[in-house]
């Protein structure tokens, strides 16, 4: 009796976080940033079971952290504020993709390959309920080819 007790309490405790768990994150990363480099931009898919939307980010090695959608203007590659980013239900939205990244504005300090940065995304349910979930981005090499980086408009 015992045992049974246990284990739907298990189910409870899991069932608070699983919010969280419905939603799945993967594929995070960023790269190394360049000398005197203040910003960083960060990559990943984000599939919530249930329709949501991402409605914040808050990273730790940033001062400011920000939802950036990116728009051609001719031959400008531009970037702006989103407020909320949409997340069908079920659907993997990979944000580079869908046309949006996570910006990093104002780094406490440089991001260093090999080594990973933390951020805690707000998503926001349907029913008005936020739930908070842990990213974890991969830092990359900083390669030729990490155009984006040298059109922020910060
Ligand atoms: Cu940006």
């Known amino acids: 009796m015992k045992r049974i007790l246990m284990a739907g309490m298990l189910?409870?405790?899991?069932?608070?976080?699983?919010?969280?768990?419905?939603?799945?994150?993967?594929?995070?990363?960023?790269?190394?940033?360049?000398?005197?480099?203040d910003g960083a931009m960060i990559q990943l898919v984000i599939?919530?079971?249930?329709?949501?939307?991402?409605?914040?980010?808050?990273?730790k090695d940033a001062?400011?952290?920000?939802?950036?959608?990116m728009v051609m203007e001719g031959d400008l590659m531009k970037m702006r504020q989103v407020d909320a980013i949409e997340l069908p239900a079920g659907k993997a939205v990979d944000l580079g993709e869908a046309g949006y990244h996570l910006m990093l504005i104002g780094l406490k300090k440089p991001l260093v390959a090999g080594k990973k940065t933390n951020c805690e995304m707000v998503v926001r349910g349907a029913d008005g309920k936020d739930t908070k979930v842990q990213v974890i981005s991969k830092i990359k090499p900083l390669a030729e080819s990490a155009h984006h980086e040298h059109m922020h408009h910060h």
């Open 11 to 37: 189910a409870v405790s899991a069932a608070t976080t699983a919010y969280a768990a419905d939603v799945k994150v993967s594929d995070a990363w960023t790269r190394a940033t360049a000398p005197g480099q």
């Open 63 to 69: 001062n400011m952290s920000e939802m950036h959608s």
């Open 47 to 59: 599939t919530s079971k249930k329709a949501a939307k991402l409605v914040g980010v808050a990273c």
